[in-house]
């Protein structure tokens, strides 16, 4: 009745933006992601007949009302699935910093579906498991696996052809993925309304669609090569197009600060200089950046000396979902 | 055979993003303009028989080759409207300095279309001026009025019916347009080529003609009704639709530095704070700054504390093209 799990958060090549169905987490398009090794969650599920209620505790603390209502809704799922009534105990350590600039609901919703279900001995495959995860955070179905990622968006409204597989193992082709930190706080737009007002209101939203398609499989085609230079140029034009789609919500979104921009041109003057770095940007300020590991020093060095950078993070791919 | 016209530049507030002819400069779409009281050209023209080439004279000083081909090249459609083969020293004094984060081209268009077309006794009215200073520089077709110009796109392959007009004069409607200098130097990709390339590549383009055209309403609706608030929210999220467009490109285009980042941010917190201020950013990365005249000084001082800004110039609705 009780197991425990650890998911590495993940980072989108190909970004996921904007939802057909809110309930289910089915996204409008397919996007591509790659786990990373350095950002996790550690998630111990137990469910007992002695409970009348959920508990979740977070970083040895309880989880706030909010925070806490989510895993409790996503337990939910999880009960109907097992046909079960009982009651969890969910203790997490997420080791998400938000200094990294990453968000911690892809490798926690992974963590906690695949721990949930194996302490109600569900025997889900690995596919089940990312439909699972998918169903407490879009991008966690993702993090399911380790390496290069792939989820594909499905076209049926059950969500049964939603899910993630892997593309390449996070042994098979090392890049550097240098996470800058520019600003901290909360966001003024989460992703969920900003992705929403997006496809609701976007003239753009529709461009977006048109091209994501293509872009996944230039980006699929240039991960089979080793192609890093081609799947920057890809990764890059991607996240500037996610970006521009907000742009046009009404009223507009604007998640880039003054230091998002110095990076992004920083990374296209050291392409100017000969060295082989891309950037992407989630839906905040800060900024993930590509390169090869031959350079990953330079580059970070390079991006310590901004002003606007209070922090770097070096990562690399990493593995797929484990029991402990 | 000679004439003097002094014209003003201008700004868009629904911009202008696309040719339909790159020969005519016909548009795209319609825009919407006020012309600025502080930058302007004055130009003389001096048709002569002992002249056996063109001579342009900016600031006192022989222009550049590529600055110069496009100034004979418009009196060659001027010549061509006129009968004549006659040559022309073209001096130029133009009064929108760098520094100010403007482009000279409309300005030195109208002027120059202005007193050669004066020059030589074409007695053109405004439409037709319009329609001639717009085969210089799109823009320019603004500038030959003053206060709040519309320019109609237009239907015709030949471009009689794209012409600018005015909806208010500059007495009518007091404004104030404050100018903020964040970077100088050349752009990367002018603006002739950035809305070229935005035109053939962006997956964008479609939807921002889709919408403009309903801001154009909305934004002439407004002054109509003297409404600032919404006009300027208008302008701010046309503004921001534009440069979206661009990100879309390929490759893409990003005009934006740090620096425009930190102002357009600026702004948006002074709304929070109660003053109403919008800002709008053409094809470059320096921004002007919408607020009314009572609270000018107090968005002038507050500007001016911005580490990224290196200079703001107060501007207000000014005159159309005249002669001296």
Redesign the interface.
Do not use: I, V
């Given at each position: 009745m009780k197991a425990t799990a650890k998911a590495n958060t993940n980072i989108a090549l190909i970004k996921y933006w904007g939802k057909r169905d809110e309930e289910l987490f089915l996204p409008m398009n397919s996007s591509l992601s790659i786990t990373l090794d350095s950002f996790y969650t550690i998630t111990n599920v137990e469910f007992s007949r002695n409970l009348n209620k959920d508990i979740f505790m977070l970083n040895n603390h309880q989880a706030s009302e909010s925070e806490s209502n989510k895993v409790f809704r996503f337990l939910d799922k999880i009960r109907k699935l097992a046909g079960t009534h009982l009651h969890a105990v969910v203790t997490s350590e997420n080791k998400v910093p938000t200094a990294a600039g990453f968000a911690s609901s892809a490798s926690g919703f992974a963590a906690l579906a695949a721990a949930a279900a194996k302490a109600l001995n569900l025997e889900l495959d690995e596919r089940e498991l990312s439909i699972l995860a998918r169903q407490g955070s879009g991008s966690a179905c993702r993090s399911i696996y380790g390496g290069y990622v792939e989820w594909q968006r499905g076209e049926r409204a059950d969500g049964k052809d939603s899910y993630a597989k892997q593309l390449l193992s996070e042994r098979d082709w090392n890049i550097s993925i240098l996470s800058c930190l520019v600003a901290s706080g909360q966001k003024q737009v989460s992703s969920r309304e900003g992705m929403k007002r997006t496809a609701l209101t976007?003239?753009?939203?529709?461009?977006?669609l048109?091209?994501v398609e293509k872009d996944l499989e230039r980006a699929k085609e240039a991960i089979r090569l080793r192609d890093f230079e081609s799947l920057g140029?890809i990764v890059?034009?991607n996240a500037?197009?996610m970006?521009?789609?907000m742009?046009?919500a009404?009223?507009?979104i604007?998640y880039?600060?003054?230091?998002?921009?110095?990076v992004?041109?920083h990374i296209?003057n050291l392409r100017l200089s000969g060295i082989s770095a891309y950037f992407t940007i989630d839906a905040g300020p800060n900024v993930k950046v590509l390169c090869l590991p031959e350079d990953e020093q330079r580059v970070y060095e390079s991006l310590l000396t901004l002003p606007?950078v209070q922090n770097v993070i070096i990562c690399h791919p990493g593995a797929g979902v484990s029991y402990l």
């Open positions: 976007s003239p753009f939203y529709s461009g977006w048109n091209t140029k890059e034009a500037l197009k970006h521009a789609t742009l046009g009404e009223p507009p604007l880039w600060q003054s230091g998002t921009m110095e992004m041109h296209q606007s």
